[in-house]
């Protein structure tokens, strides 16, 4: 049964370095998410993608946040300064459709930032 | 703003018991989609059961329903003859019937079903 992967399942970052969190969507798959839950919180939206550009994007996803479909099957969230704060699971996803399609999650990605 | 409620951070059942989640939700909109998740321990959050709004008739999936109050803005899970398999991270989600492309979670249950 073909799912969401993401890589890697563990990141440990310094303060203030680039990450980049990779997330292969299910192929057929049109419309791409980005979620983050921190220790204890709710999982909280962070962008939609679709036809190469974002559509939908939190308060959450400022100018340090950016995302990709650099070839046609990896999607990536890039972090470029982290701070201690960006710590949690990141959660990729995809959906055939917009609103209202199942949305396949990956297993995550968690971020710890020292 | 769209928000989601969950107000039961854990629970714990015996296998073979009935067990009912609660989730309220709080929107303007009058026709949305919602849904339960299941996150099991280390893996993949996956579908459960999702409703329509303008159905009026309660979705079922084997032993997951859901009892949608659509005035109350309450959607609750049902899982009847609970089974190990089931203890997981449950979430109640709320998606628009169009525009903005994201889910809004509630905060999630952990249910333990024990033997």
């Known amino acids: 049964e073909p799912e969401v992967t993401q890589t890697p399942s563990h990141q440990v970052t310094q303060m203030g370095q680039e990450v980049i969190l990779r997330c292969v969507p299910i192929?057929?798959?049109?419309?791409f998410y980005w979620y983050r839950q921190i220790l204890g919180q709710k999982v909280e939206f962070l962008v939609s993608f679709y036809n190469n550009e974002i559509s939908e994007k939190s308060e959450i996803f400022d100018d340090q946040f950016s995302v990709e479909r650099p070839d046609g099957s990896n999607f990536t969230l890039k972090i470029r300064s982290t701070k201690l704060e960006d710590s949690a699971m990141y959660f990729c996803?995809?959906?055939?459709?917009?609103?209202?399609?199942?949305?396949?999650f990956g297993p995550g990605t968690r971020l710890t930032v020292l | 703003a769209q928000t989601v409620t969950q107000s039961q951070p854990e629970m714990s059942v015996q296998e073979a018991e009935t067990v009912t989640l609660s989730c309220t939700y709080d929107t303007s909109e009058s026709n949305y989609y919602l849904f339960w998740y299941k996150q099991p321990p280390s893996r993949q959050m996956i579908l459960v059961i999702r409703q329509e709004a303008y159905k009026q008739q309660n979705a079922t999936e084997n032993r997951f329903s859901v009892n949608f109050q659509k005035a109350a803005k309450s959607f609750s899970l049902k899982i009847s003859d609970s089974q190990l398999g089931d203890t997981a991270m449950y979430f109640c989600?709320?998606?628009?019937?169009?525009?903005?492309?994201?889910?809004?979670f509630g905060q999630g249950t952990r249910l333990t079903i024990n033997p």
């Open positions: 989600a709320f998606d628009f019937i169009q525009g903005a492309q994201k889910l809004v």
């Open positions: 192929s057929n798959h049109l419309y």
């Open positions: 996803a995809s959906s055939e459709g917009p609103n209202g399609g199942e949305q396949f």
